[in-house]
């Protein structure tokens, strides 16, 4: 399989535990982006990677969210102390270079979906 | 704030029906207009519109954008069950690197 691919596809966790999100891009794309989306509504955008840099994360929904992508390749999401407001479905999402737009070959993983107890 | 609102939430047909789907915007910047079609988990790409009055197509699905009154189509026509899915209308800036995407429509295509 060659396209994004998501790890776990899904999780449950206890309110205030720690949790980890795993993405691996399509191998030659350098734009790697996070969205969030809840039941009826549309992903949500929370943080942008161009390469290593991480540059955009002021949408990241607080200071409990964090990103890396340490070596340009896969890309973690961390929440930490988790709450009930944080379940939800986490979706990955990778693009080339960017050339006449970017997004119009912006590929989705099928996402991690948290459930927080 | 930008914001993509995108009606009906929500439709049901029967098979054979042809379906509009709508998706207006007020944005700032604005680039381009996205639809993805949401089966299960992952938003897979339909179409990407830049300019007015210039409609795309691909099979039995077509997308047309109006600049001017701010909003965008997708149309099926003679509707399957495999196209019973959400369709996310997103819409690009100059402005960032974030698509802002509509609520959806989730269709529903009846035998």
């Known amino acids: 399989d060659t396209g994004v691919s998501q790890d776990p596809r899904h999780k449950i966790t206890k309110r205030g535990q720690n949790v980890t999100f795993r993405c691996d891009p399509i191998?030659?794309?350098?734009?790697l982006y996070w969205y969030r989306q809840t039941l009826g509504q549309g992903p949500e955008f929370l943080t942008y990677?161009?390469?290593?840099?991480?540059?955009?994360k002021s949408r990241l929904l607080s200071d409990r969210f964090s990103a890396e992508r340490p070596k340009g390749s896969f890309s973690t999401l961390e929440i930490q102390r988790t709450e009930q407001g944080d379940s939800a479905m986490y979706l990955c999402?990778?693009?080339?270079?960017?050339?006449?737009?970017?997004?119009?070959?912006?590929?989705f993983g099928s996402g991690t979906q948290l459930s927080v107890l | 704030e930008d914001k993509v609102v995108q009606s009906p939430l929500s439709l049901v047909v029967h098979e054979g029906d042809t379906v509009t789907l709508n998706c207006s915007y007020e944005?700032?910047?604005?680039?381009?207009l996205l639809w993805y079609k949401q089966e299960k988990k992952a938003p897979t790409f339909l179409f990407m519109l830049?300019?007015?009055?210039i409609e795309k197509k691909s099979g039995r699905l077509s997308s047309i954008l109006d600049k001017k009154e701010l909003f965008s189509i997708l149309n099926i026509t003679a509707t399957q069950t495999g196209d019973s899915a959400v369709y996310l209308c997103?819409?690009?800036?100059?402005?960032?690197?974030?698509?802002?995407f509509g609520k959806g429509t989730s269709l529903l295509v009846t035998p």
């Open positions: 999402a990778s693009s080339p270079p960017r050339g006449a737009s970017a997004n119009e070959k912006l590929f």
């Open positions: 990677f161009q390469n290593e840099a991480q540059l955009e």
């Open positions: 191998s030659e794309h350098n734009r």
């Open positions: 830049t300019s007015s009055g």
């Open positions: 997103a819409v690009e800036t100059d402005s960032g690197y974030a698509l802002n």
């Open positions: 944005v700032t910047n604005f680039r381009s």
